[in-house]
Nanobody, 117 residues
Framework: QVQLVESGGGLVQPGGSLRLSCAAS????????MSWYRQAPGKERELVAI????????NYAESVKGRFSISRDNAKNTLYLQMNSLKLDDTAVYYC??????????WGQGTQVTVSS
């Protein structure tokens, strides 16, 4: 069955960095566009970054442009999110998301990122 397992979250001070990973299994990872979403307490889930199936195109929410970088390793079936210059407002649960035009969407269980001094 399809599994998306996020890791790498934790507690970090403002200005710090974290690298999230999402290990995928149960589907042809290299055929799916992948995204990171996040949901802060009391807020709706929002798109953070997206990457095409072969990694040739990426796009970011305005709030993270220049600070976050999405990437993927199709040989390892893994998605990444490098987060630099973290701010208090980046505190959220971060989710991995997989979607192809012919398929339903898949979500990971999420990993908590807390930015606090």
């Amino acid at each position: 069955q399809v599994q998306l397992v996020e890791s790498g979250g934790g507690l970090v001070q403002p200005g710090g960095s974290l690298r999230l990973s999402c290990a995928a299994s149960g589907f042809t990872f290299s055929s799916y566009a992948m995204s990171w979403y996040r949901q802060a307490p009391g807020k709706e889930r929002e798109l953070v970054a997206i990457i095409t199936s072969v990694g040739t195109y990426t796009n970011y929410a305005e709030s993270v442009k220049g600070r976050f970088s999405i990437s993927r390793d199709n040989a390892k079936n893994t998605l990444y999110l490098q987060m630099n210059s973290l701010k208090l407002d980046d505190t959220a649960v971060y989710y991995c998301y997989a979607k192809a035009p012919w398929s339903r969407a898949y979500w990971g269980q999420g990993t908590q990122v807390t930015v606090s001094s």
